[in-house]
């Protein structure tokens, strides 16, 4: 007996110790809690946590077991967490690429089947399969993956058309890839995004600058109204050193685009392709066009005429390399803005028929618009707290004439009669009146106070 004694006694208390460091983990597991699809509470996120750290835990082999055994250990708490976390694709994945890497690809196989059954829609875990069987040389076993992202080409996205382009290229070569972008620019979902990624994996794989001119150019007609687009064509341009034909392809594109907020990006590529490469000239002349385009659609504040230190720093900057300081340019977009709200000023109607109110004016119109909604207190019930019998000796100017005048024009009057902005700027600083005298007008209609504050209350800030 104490042979077995002394055989056994470290085995049990290495167990009990393992099973005491667990039983922490497993203890904040919600044993009872249904598999639901994932919705970011608090609750699923501790339950995700939890089964976690009891994986960590058992994937570091505590007990010292023989690798067989721990890994149908391993396996059987992952069996287990997916009772749990059924719908978290990123469970099924670690549970298959975790079988992958114990050399089991059959078993992995099967995990990323089931969970394409258990979550049918999900194109990340389609992706990770079909990486799996093409790491594993199983190239038709993948082409089928991707041909079910495919299906019948009505309802398949942009980016599957992209990544089977890829995978045909990779497979079976650069006319297998070709007849697959025959078929997917006639996909009624087809972007140009797909014509992107077909030109450019012609040029930098198949090095046919040529092919890739040709696909750029049929997409142009499809996607012209397409700022980014326009952009990546010139990207590409700019690779063949073609600057002739940039500079062609922009001016196209800036006739036809219409004129929103979306060109803005394409005025700022042209200038910054003149900048790198125009002479001076031809930089000038690109930044008059510029600010004269921006400035009828509204998207810049700046005078047309005029120029700023800020285009210098614009202009004679490189990637990271600016020829001022970080707080010099901030001081300048902070002068462009004071200028774009003084240029404001000036456009606006009062300002230009020569009305003129002082800041007393406007505060006492805009408590005039206070909402209809808000009932204000009977002051005349006040009382002086601890104060045996004695009522506030209120103005009688400042209280209203009885207690159940709710009629928030006559309330408005009294208030503004009695807290007239004069009175205020009498008793602040001097700094602070010359600081409410200056603040400008408040330009547009006035809110309806009650209706922000029910939004403020609502939002999760």
Request: proline content about 4%; overall charge neutral.
């Amino acid at each position: 007996a104490k042979g077995l004694l002394a055989e056994y006694q470290p085995r049990y208390n290495s167990a009990r110790a393992v099973y005491k460091e667990l039983k922490k983990y497993t203890d904040e597991i919600d044993w009872n809690m249904l598999a639901i699809p994932p919705s970011g509470s608090h609750k699923e996120e501790v339950q995700w946590t939890a089964w976690k750290k009891v994986l960590g835990f058992e994937k570091s082999n505590p007990q010292r077991i023989d690798n067989a055994s721990a890994i149908k250990r391993i396996a059987f708490f992952y069996e287990q967490c997916l009772m749990y976390l059924y719908h978290y694709p990123d469970m099924w994945y670690e549970y298959a690429t975790w079988h992958a890497k114990t050399g089991s690809k059959e078993s992995a196989i099967k995990v990323f089947q089931r969970a394409l059954k258990a979550l049918p829609d999900s194109e990340m875990l389609k992706y990770a399969y079909a990486e799996l069987e093409e790491s594993h040389g199983a190239a038709q076993a993948a082409k089928k993956v991707y041909e079910s992202l495919i299906g019948g080409g009505m309802n398949a996205t942009a980016l599957s058309h992209i990544q089977f382009l890829r995978f045909l290229r990779r497979t079976e070569g650069v006319e297998a890839a070709r007849k697959h972008f025959l078929d997917a620019r006639n996909s009624p979902n087809c972007t140009y995004h797909v014509y992107v990624a077909y030109a450019m994996m012609a040029f930098c794989l198949d090095k046919d600058a040529k092919l890739a001119h040709n696909v750029f150019e049929a997409g142009l007609k499809r996607f012209m109204h397409e700022p980014n687009y326009i952009l990546e064509y010139a990207d590409f341009l700019d690779r063949l050193s073609d600057d002739k034909n940039i500079r062609a392809l922009f001016e196209r594109a800036l006739s036809s685009l219409p004129p929103d907020e979306s060109v803005e990006v394409v005025w700022n590529k042209f200038s910054q392709f003149e900048q790198t490469y125009g002479d001076l000239a031809s930089m000038l002349k690109v930044e008059q066009r510029r600010k004269e385009a921006l400035s009828r659609i509204g998207e810049s504040g700046e005078s047309v005429s005029e120029t700023s230190l800020r285009d210098i720093a614009s202009r004679y900057s490189f990637m990271d390399l600016r020829p001022c300081s970080t707080r010099d340019l901030d001081h300048l977009a902070r002068q462009e803005l004071l200028s774009r709200n003084a240029n404001k000023r000036i456009e606006n109607p009062m300002a230009a028929s020569g009305t003129t109110t002082s800041a007393g004016d406007r505060i006492n119109a805009s408590s005039s618009n206070i909402s209809g909604k808000i009932i204000y207190p009977d002051v005349s019930q006040m009382a002086v707290h601890g104060a045996t019998g004695q009522k506030p000796a209120f103005s009688a100017s400042v209280l209203p004439s009885s207690s159940t005048a709710t009629v928030v024009g006559v309330i408005n009057e009294k208030r503004a009669a009695a807290f007239s902005v004069n009175e205020v700027l009498k008793s602040v600083t001097p700094s602070l009146a010359a600081f409410i005298s200056s603040l400008p007008a408040v330009e547009g209609p006035t809110p309806d106070v009650d209706f922000v504050i029910s939004i403020c209350l609502q939002s999760s800030i």
